[in-house]
T-cell receptor, first 114, second 114 residues
Framework: AQKITQTQPGMFVQEKEAVTLDCTYD???????LFWYKQPSSGEMIFLIY??????QNATEGRYSLNFQKARKSANLVISASQLGDSAMYFC???????????FGSGTKLNVKP | GAVVSQHPSRVICKSGTSVKIECRSL??????MFWYRQFPKQSLMLMAT?????????EQGVEKDKFLINHASLTLSTLTVTSAHPEDSSFYIC??????????FGEGSRLTVL
C-alpha cells in the first residue's frame, strides 16, 4: 500500500513566488516523522525540514516551512520566495513506528522560471 | 507502483564482522541503483551509483574496499559493509531508477554495530 503520496510529478513556479509541494501519508502509528529532501542533479538527497508527529507547531527552516495537517495526514512543503537554485526534485518521506523503515514519495520536479 | 525491497530492514552485528544488504527492484528492471547513507535528521549522503554489470561509481570520501557494491543483475544490488565498526552504524537506503527515469526507494536498512 502506498505510504507516501506526492500527486504532482512536475511543477513550475515563477522566481520570487511561493510554491507548495503536496504530500500525504498513510500510517496508523501514533509516532512518526516526516521529512522533505531536495535532490539536485548531483544525486545527493539534501535534508530540508523535519516534522515529528507530536510536534505542536509546524516546522520551519529559513524559506522552507512544512504545513502539517495531522487530521488530514498531509505534510505539504512551502517554499517562499523561490530561487532559480530551487529547481530540483523534491521527495517527501516518512519514518514510522519503531523508526526502522523509511517510505519515500515518488517525487515532484520543481522548475523555477526566471 | 514500482517497488524496491531492502533486506534486512534491521541488522545488529559485532565489530569486525561483515554485513550484506540487498536491494531488489521487484517489478521492474533497474539498470542503475543508488546507495545512500543517512545520519539522523540529516541529508541522505549518496555513497555510490551502481550500474548493472559494471563497477560501481563511488562518491568522494567513500571507501570502496569498505563498502563493496555488486550489481549482478537488473533487479539486485548488494552493499556489503566489510569489517564493520561502530562508526558504520547508520541507516542505509537504496534507490532504483526505471528506464523512464523515475526513482523509487527502498525502506532502508538500519545497521547497528556493537
Amino acid at each position: 500500500a502506498q505510504k507516501i503520496t506526492q500527486t504532482q510529478p512536475g511543477m513550475f513556479v515563477q522566481e520570487k513566488e511561493a510554491v507548495t509541494l503536496d504530500c500525504t501519508y498513510d500510517t496508523s502509528d501514533p509516532s512518526y516523522g516526516l521529512f522533505w529532501y531536495k535532490q539536485p542533479s548531483s544525486g545527493e538527497m539534501i535534508f530540508l525540514i523535519y516534522q515529528g508527529s507530536y510536534d505542536q507547531q509546524n516546522a520551519t527552516e529559513g524559506r522552507y516551512s512544512l504545513n502539517f495537517q495531522k487530521a488530514r495526514k498531509s505534510a505539504n512543503l512551502v517554499i517562499s520566495a523561490s530561487q532559480l537554485g530551487d529547481s530540483a526534485m523534491y521527495f517527501c518521506a516518512m519514518i514510522r513506528g519503531n523508526f526502522n523503515k523509511f517510505y519515500f514519495g515518488s517525487g515532484t520536479k520543481l522548475n523555477v522560471k526566471p | 507502483g514500482a517497488v524496491v525491497s531492502q533486506h534486512p530492514s534491521r541488522v545488529i552485528c559485532k565489530s569486525g564482522t561483515s554485513v550484506k544488504i540487498e536491494c531488489r527492484s521487484l517489478d521492474f528492471q533497474a539498470t542503475t541503483m543508488f546507495w545512500y547513507r543517512q545520519f539522523p535528521k540529516q541529508s541522505l549522503m549518496l555513497m555510490a551509483t551502481s550500474n548493472e554489470g559494471s563497477k560501481a561509481t563511488y562518491e568522494q570520501g567513500v571507501e570502496k574496499d569498505k563498502f563493496l557494491i555488486n550489481h549482478a543483475s537488473l533487479t539486485l544490488s548488494t552493499l556489503t559493509v566489510t569489517s564493520a565498526h561502530p562508526e558504520d552504524s547508520s541507516f542505509y537506503i537504496c534507490s532504483a531508477r526505471t528506464n523512464t527515469g523515475e526513482l523509487f526507494f527502498g525502506e532502508g536498512s538500519r545497521l547497528t554495530v556493537l
